[in-house]
Each structure stands twice: as structure tokens, then as C-alpha cells.
């Protein structure tokens, strides 16, 4: 019902257009139908759950003017979004799906039109060819997820929670469950269609404590799994939930710090990993590369275009040379743990496939594309995400599987020597280790 309710829209808006005036040559919908909920519990109690899981439809709806050389995309307003977006029924009543799928492409057409016409007057930022070609694909994979189980998520939940009763110095503490389980439908005019189920459940168990002097001491453990089923065994989940309310009673009782200190560190463990992603996946010079827009401030002129550093850094070192990074999107597991952002097909219908260097010996080598063509790749290697935002799912430029390798390694011990060493050069008697970082606005946000 939905594709052919798709199908008939498209095929209706692209009829008896004038070719001689500006008019949409490239549609999509992307539709999600879902099933979602959130969950609180603190020490061992509900404090906000919902009575099932909640249904969600959704779609986002885009429509291009133009042709792939030059078209109504990559125009950002200082007030306004180009993109269109309204709810969707929950129902499968063909007529009032075609109906919102009408108005949603009227209104987004409208914008492109504008969009179009403000890209004419001002020119666009790069002389490149706006949209690249794809192969047309048509794929089907039925969802092979667990349906979300309410009972179990809140038992879960208060389960977790439970871990930190005996923990009195406690400020707050807690675990919060979002869940999200669905399947997106994507049809566009060129062709492209397919159906592909998306799973995410996400636990975070947070605890704060406050030290004598009353300041605040707070951390988190984020847990993530694609299918309920994965959280039947649920001891290491408990076993972290203790270590960190031991760790925050260590802290809490640790001395102050006062000295300033200026010397080496090293970062270990979860913090390592932070530090690779901050710096390559969520600055904003990293390896995904975003097509440089048009920005049309309040007046209608052009403003200042944003810095994109890292498309002039390929074939340039960036990091230390005994450093590689491979996109290995198509990896389900690594250790015997379970990869959550494995893909084959990302959300413009580009098939992923193998193992291809990003970084190699510490020098850029590309960067990670969708089918907005850049100067070093004119065509997309598979990198237009399904990304979940506030519940909801996004198509936008992303990554998927990183692989990080090192070909200096060294042994615990010898980091330690020549961390101690450097700090010894320094004039410092003691050098520190970061194991994890942590945000205090940051452990609680759902």
C-alpha cells in the first residue's frame, strides 16, 4: 500500500509538466513505520514509561528542481528549512496517505522552486556537477528484529537501577531505555526503492555523587543492541552499573587536585576511543564529507560560507603515519560483540561493499561521500545514513564502520615507561591517564 501509494504520487507530480519553465525532476519519500518507547527507572522504581510501545509514521519528503548539474539542492536559509515534513497516518487508508503525500510535496516543491531560483541569482559555491548517477536499486529484506517487549524493557530498567540502592551517598542515579524498531520504505523518481528494517535500543545507566566540598561528581555507561533478544544475558550490564558506583565512592574520597599541570597524557580505554571519534567522525573538519551550501541570510543575500578544511587535506598527513583507517561498513561483529551501525545499502539506495582505506600511513586518502559529488569523487561510495534524531529517522551524510589499525604497536607496560619518561623530561613526578571522559550536562540527556 504505501509504495504504491508512493508510485502513483510521483509518477502524478512528474506528469504534464512545461518544460520550459523550472519543475521538480527528481522526487522521493522516505517512510518510516515504527514502533518506539522510553523508559526511567530509578533504585529498582518506574518513574516514566509508556503503556505500549508508541506507533510512528513518518516521512520525509524531497523534491529537486532542475537537473543533476544544477539543481534547487544544498541551499540553506538563515530562517527556513528546504526540506518538508509533516505526520503521517497511522492508518493504511490508500486515499489519506496519497493526500498527505500530495501536500507534503507541494510545500516542498515550492521551497525548491525558491531554492532554485536564490541559486540562479547568487551562483552556488562549487563548480560541480550538484547530483551524481546511481544504479538503480530495488531491495526488499524483511525486518528480522524482535518486536519491542514492553514488560521486559521496564523490568530491564528497573533491574539496572536496582544495582545502586545500597549506594546511600548517591545524589541521583537511574537507567533510561529508548527503543526504536521499524522498517523504512524509500521510493524515488529515478527508480530506487527498497524496504529495510532499522533496530536500536540504547540503556544508559547514570549515578552522582557530590564530594565534600559539594562539587559534582557524575558519570554513565551507554549500552546499545539491535534486538531485544541480545539482553538476555544481562551480568556484564550489572556488573558495570556496580563498577561505577564503586568508582564514583573512589572519587569521591580521592584528593583534590590543585597543581596546574602542563605534561603529557595519555588517553586509555573509552576515552581513546572518544578522542578518535571527537577528532574524525563529530568535528566539524572530519572524514564525512558534506557538500559546501549555499547560505542566504535574512536580507536574501549570500552569507559567509562555513569552512570545510578537510576537502584540501587529501593526500596530506593528518595523522601519525603508522595510523590506517578502513570503512569496513558491511562488519556485523568485531571480538564476538555485535556492530549496531553495519549496513549493505545506505539510505540513497547505494549498495556498500568491501574494505576500502580512508586513512593510509597516517595521509587522507578520501573522505566518505553520498551522491553530492565532490572534487576528489564524483560518485557516492555508500555513506547517505539512516540516522535516528529525537526518535525519529534522518537521512543525512554519515559514517558507518570505522576501523582503526596501528602498525607501531606497544604493550600497556612500555606506554606506561614512556608516558612516565616524557613527564620525567617535563619536570613532572607523577603523569596522568584518561580513561573516560565525561560531560555533566551530557549524563543525562535522553
Same mark, same amino acid.
Given at each position: ?186 521510493? %524515488? ?209 554519515? %559514517? ?47
Amino acid at each position: 500500500m504505501v509504495f504504491r501509494a508512493m508510485d502513483d504520487e510521483i509518477e502524478a507530480n512528474l506528469q504534464n509538466v512545461n518544460s520550459n519553465e523550472p519543475h521538480p525532476y527528481y522526487i522521493s519519500y522516505l517512510v518510516t513505520d515504527a514502533e518506539r518507547c522510553h523508559i526511567e527507572s530509578t533504585r529498582g522504581s518506574l518513574v516514566v514509561t509508556n503503556a505500549q510501545p508508541e506507533p510512528v509514521r513518518d516521512v520525509q519528503t524531497r523534491v529537486l528542481v532542475g537537473d543533476n548539474n544544477f539543481n534547487s539542492d544544498y541551499v540553506e536559509y538563515e530562517t527556513e528549512s528546504i526540506e518538508n515534513r509533516n505526520p503521517f497516518p497511522l492508518d493504511n487508508n490508500y486515499n489519506n496517505i496519497r493526500l498527505l503525500l500530495s501536500q507534503n510535496t507541494d510545500g516542498a516543491l515550492k521551497k525548491a522552486l525558491r531554492a532554485y531560483a536564490d541559486k540562479q541569482r547568487l551562483g552556488k559555491p562549487q563548480n560541480l556537477p550538484d547530483r551524481s548517477s546511481l544504479w538503480v536499486t530495488n531491495l526488499q529484506t524483511d525486518n528480522p528484529y524482535s518486536k519491542l517487549n514492553q514488560f521486559l524493557l521496564e523490568s530491564i530498567a528497573n533491574e539496572l537501577s536496582a544495582r545502586f540502592e545500597g549506594y546511600s551517598l548517591l545524589t541521583q542515579s537511574g537507567a533510561q531505555i529508548d527503543a526504536y524498531r521499524g522498517d523504512a520504505y524509500f521510493k %524515488a523518481s529515478d527508480g530506487v526503492q527498497y524496504r529495510q528494517p532499522v533496530s536500536l535500543i540504547r540503556i544508559r545507566v547514570y549515578a552522582q555523587t557530590q564530594t565534600e566540598d559539594g562539587d559534582a561528581l557524575c558519570d554513565y555507561t551507554d549500552f546499545f543492541f539491535q534486538d531485544i533478544q541480545e539482553l538476555e544475558d544481562r551480568e556484564s550490564e550489572l556488573s558495570a552499573v556496580s563498577e561505577m558506583a564503586e568508582r564514583l565512592y573512589e572519587l569521591r574520597a580521592a584528593p583534590i587536585v590543585s597543581d596546574v599541570y602542563e605534561g603529557p597524557v595519555m588517553f586509555a580505554g573509552t576515552a581513546a576511543a572518544q578522542v578518535f571519534v571527537s577528532a574524525f567522525v563529530e568535528s566539524d573538519a572530519n572524514l564525512v564529507a558534506r557538500r559546501q551550501p549555499l547560505h542566504i541570510g535574512r536580507n536574501g543575500g549570500k552569507n559567509k560560507d562555513k569552512e570545510m578544511s578537510l576537502y584540501d587535506k587529501i593526500d596530506q598527513m593528518i595523522v601519525h603515519r603508522s595510523i590506517d583507517v578502513h570503512a569496513v561498513d558491511g562488519l556485523t561483529a568485531f571480538e564476538g560483540k555485535s556492530l549496531i551501525g553495519h549496513y549493505y545499502i545506505d539510505a540513497d539506495g547505494m549498495k556498500v561493499e568491501g574494505d576500502w582505506d580512508i586513512v593510509r600511513h597516517g595521509e587522507l586518502v578520501t573522505l566518505l561521500t553520498n551522491r553530492a559529488p565532490m572534487e576528489m569523487k564524483h560518485q557516492s561510495n555508500g555513506h547517505q545514513r539512516l540516522a535516528l534524531r529525537k526518535g525519529r529517522l534522518e537521512a543525512e551524510p554519515g %559514517a558507518g564502520i570505522l576501523k582503526l589499525t596501528c602498525h607501531n604497536q606497544l604493550k600497556e607496560e612500555q606506554l606506561m615507561k614512556l608516558l612516565r619518561k616524557r613527564a620525567r623530561a617535563e619536570g613532572y613526578s607523577n603523569a596522568y591517564i584518561v580513561w573516560k571522559m565525561i560531560s555533566e550536562n551530557e549524563y543525562l540527556r535522553p
